[in-house]
């Protein structure tokens, strides 16, 4: 099967199977999605959802957030993973907002990218999601989805992007990169993974990565056994 007729059976599935792609983030606005995505790394949205609400109540604007100390805002998001650096982050992007942007968050990519703790994919994600901008990001459960699926060769994120760019249409973008994580949840997650159950990985699934995937599983199982003993 040519990749581009695999991708568009992909896509048809995942219309069937993931017809709701609510943003998982809790957010009012582009500034507190911002902030909700870069709070977001290492750690799960559940618990990101659980730190935020009142984190937005407390400062819900930029210039609100850049009047808080860094300390304050860890008050707030201590359980989250690598919370002292996000914290610092969070308050220098809140001022760089108010002196450079009039207080705005700028629906530009390259300026989001210059932001602190702003990367690639979440500079995408804002620009998806707030602004409506056709983009694909690429998380790491993308990425490793993509591969499964014989879409891309794992070779980097940044191929990955590139890759389901090239085979997907521009206006399914948006819609598709939260499709594929949601999809992944339910049905192809990174570990216990049943191929042969999955409706894409059934059909689609890369034979190589496949055996890879169950070797590693092997290994695993092998060294809980061994603590157990």
């Not at 659980?50 to 998001?77: Q, S």
């Not at 980097?156 to 760019?165: F, I, M, P, Y």
């Not at 995937?213 to 092997?218: K, N, P, S, V, W």
Request: aromatic letters at 6%; hydrophobic letters at 40%; one cysteine or more.
């Amino acid at each position: 099967m040519r990749k581009i007729d695999k991708a568009e059976r992909i896509r048809r599935i995942l219309d069937e199977k993931v017809p709701e792609t609510p943003i998982p983030l809790e957010h009012r606005d582009p500034f507190t999605l911002l902030v909700a995505v870069l709070l977001s790394a290492q750690t799960t949205d559940r618990k990101v959802n659980e730190c935020t609400p009142a984190l937005f109540a407390r400062a819900p604007t930029p210039a609100a957030m850049a009047a808080l100390e860094p300390d304050e805002i860890l008050r707030y998001i201590r359980p989250l993973g690598l919370a002292p650096t996000k914290a610092r982050r969070v308050a220098r992007l809140a001022r760089i907002l108010v002196e450079q942007h009039g207080g705005e968050v700028p629906a530009d990519m390259d300026a989001l990218e210059a932001l602190p703790g702003v990367g690639h994919k979440t500079a995408s994600v804002v620009m998806a999601q707030a602004f409506g901008v056709p983009a694909f990001p690429v998380d790491t459960h993308i990425h490793r989805l993509a591969w499964r699926w014989g879409l891309s060769d794992g070779r980097s994120v940044e191929r990955t992007e590139a890759d389901l760019k090239r085979l997907f249409p521009p206006s399914s973008w948006n819609r598709l990169h939260l499709q594929i994580i949601y999809f992944g949840r339910q049905w192809c997650p990174a570990r216990g993974h049943d191929w042969d159950a999955c409706p894409i990985c059934s059909w689609a699934g890369v034979r190589t990565r496949r055996r890879a995937e169950e070797a590693c599983g092997r290994v695993d199982l092998a060294m809980k056994q061994t603590r157990r003993r």
